[in-house]
């Protein structure tokens, strides 16, 4: 988060904001600690429905879409680093890409809809498919678990939760809320469904300037 600090700071003077939405089920007590040691000074939310995530199909964090001036999302949903390494773990890699995101953010920023990276409505429609039927069941699933837990039924809870994972094991976001709930087991978890992946972490982002949006 504090990449993201700086680059409010740069671009904040040209007509353009920041709302950063943290999804957790744990609200306040377990979101706001990461906007307090970021310093965040750009708009904050904390979303314990995980309605943000529901409606913009981020399925990992952190995840990113650019909103124009008159409300209309211009890039959906995509890997939102401000930097770019690629991490190890188990001997296999994570890339991430933030380089190039907060590079094509500056230039639409700059140049607007003359921006290469803005998206065709062609372009756009071909990389927001629909939700299937086991990806919204998964969704309404999952927010059966969070409202279980929340109400201290444990056991209905992680019925729910399990259910989600299996209809969308590819959505993070229900396997990390639930592992959050038993913290000691969380890294190892997260390591197992890892080095079990058959895909990267992070899809490639298709951003290049030189290919038609």
Known sequence: MPGWQKVYSELKDQNFEIVAAAQDTGGEAAAGQWYDRAKATYTTLIDAQHAVSSAYQFVNVPMGIWIDERGRVVRPA???????????????????????????????????????????DEEFARRVKPRSAAEMEADASFKLGVWFHDNGNNELAAKYFEHAQQLNPDDWNYHRQEWSFTPQEAGKKWMDKFQKLDKPYYPTLEIDPNKKQ
Do not use: C, Q
């Open 78 to 120: 995509e890997p939102a680093w401000t930097e770019g390494r690629t991490d190890k773990f188990g001997g296999k890699a994570i890339v991430i890409e933030g380089d190039k995101y907060v590079a094509a953010l500056h230039d639409w920023v700059k140049n607007g809809e003359h921006s290469p990276y803005m998206l065709s």
